[in-house]
């Protein structure tokens, strides 16, 4: 395609970034710029094959990949599987997919509810709540309950990849939250009762080339909500980790899903499991695709500890944390999260203290 033609197309789909931006990117005068996310040192997440679960045979190399599952989740919070079970054919339907729905004029793509079926609200774009330039996320999304794609019976070519992956990556989720509940002794159907499709989300994200990739993130650092994230991303470069402190580039691995813990899960295994907080940088030429898929329970549950230590956090319900989740953002640009829900005042303080450290300035430039 012509390189004219495609600005169009793009100049017609892409959210007005810049524009809604506009205000907060004047008062920078390049103070707020991060270039240290370009500077990161790249690395190998944990890589598990995980067809080794399948070998009813081989119980010492299926304990080998529990043990190693429950290693990565403890001390990285992020890994990679392999050998998954997902075809290269569904990753590629998925994103002809992507691709077709986000070329989508921007006004239609507002008013998704119309036009695709989808509940209202499923498509975002940017930080329109930020305060501050470093809570700027450089993206779009469509945010889809599943409930939206099992309603439409998989009518149509869109419907039935989006099923097709779902499907297949609900089986995974539940078979890594299960073994990450056996390695806590809690052998139980929790995951089964409440985990359910019809509490599940995903969400397909495109990052549009930034002309600003030096003081804009693609998306702002933040740690999930859910029990797990299964990720997959193009091969694009931009999502980074935060490791001891520091932040790590992960590498693309065309063959690997990357699996994220999430707040859920560190609350329920009191700690014990880590909800990673993560970013993704902006690239000035490349727009960057990826899929992820949010293993939640219903609004209802309650999430306790399941260890016999002394709680960490209050017993809350999902709804209770999205709820604050969202108030937080709509009142601070930004999520605060599990510290919101610690036992201890002066945990909480320290959190909240560290929080705020290291991720958002004093000074928010309104």
């Known amino acids: 395609m012509p390189t004219n033609k495609l600005n169009m ?13 506009k205000i907060l990117l004047s008062k920078t005068n390049g103070e707020n710029g991060f270039d240290d996310q370009f500077l990161v040192e790249e690395c190998e997440l944990p890589l598990i094959d995980v067809s080794r679960l399948a070998e009813s045979g081989d119980e010492v190399r299926r304990e080998e990949c529990k043990s190693e599952i429950f290693k990565a989740s403890q001390e990285w919070g992020f890994f990679q599987v392999v050998k998954h079970g997902i075809s290269n054919g569904v990753f590629s339907g998925l994103k002809l997919e992507q691709e077709k729905i986000f070329k989508q004029p921007f006004e239609k793509k507002t008013k998704e509810n119309k036009f695709f079926n989808f509940s209202a609200g499923s498509y975002r774009w940017g930080s329109l709540n930020a305060t501050c330039i470093r809570q700027l996320s450089w993206s779009e999304a469509f945010h889809i309950p599943l409930t939206d794609m099992l309603g439409s019976g998989g009518s149509d070519t869109f419907s039935a990849t989006i099923q ?11 078979t890594l939250a299960d073994i990450l509940a056996e390695k806590m002794g809690h052998k139980s159907t929790f995951f089964e009762e409440n985990c359910l ?7 397909l ?7 600003l990739a030096s003081e804009v993130h693609g998306l702002m650092p933040h740690t999930d909500s859910a029990f797990l994230t299964i990720l997959h991303q193009d091969q694009v470069r931009g999502l980074q980790m935060l490791k001891d402190g520091k932040w790590i580039a992960v590498k693309p691995n065309p063959d690997a899903l990357i699996i994220i813990i999430g707040d859920l899960f560190q609350a329920w295994s009191n700690g014990v499991y880590k909800s990673v907080e993560h970013r993704v940088v902006t690239n000035p030429k490349l727009e960057r695709f990826s899929v992820a898929y949010f293993f939640c329970p219903s609004d209802d549950t309650v999430i306790e500890s399941c260890s016999t230590e002394p709680s960490l956090y209050r017993n809350f319900s999902f709804g209770e944390y999205r709820q604050q989740v969202r108030e937080d953002v709509h009142n601070l640009g930004y999520k605060i999260g599990l510290p919101k829900f610690l036992l201890s005042t002066g945990d909480k303080i320290v959190c909240m203290n560290m929080y705020h450290e290291f991720n958002f300035p004093t000074s928010t430039g309104t």
């Open 205 to 211: 994200n495109r990052y549009p080339p930034c002309p």
């Open 164 to 174: 097709q992956f779902a499907t297949q990556v609900s089986i995974l989720s539940k």
């Open 9 to 21: 197309e793009h100049s017609i789909s892409n959210p007005p970034l810049h524009e809604a931006y």
């Open 197 to 203: 499709p019809r509490s599940c989300y995903i969400r």
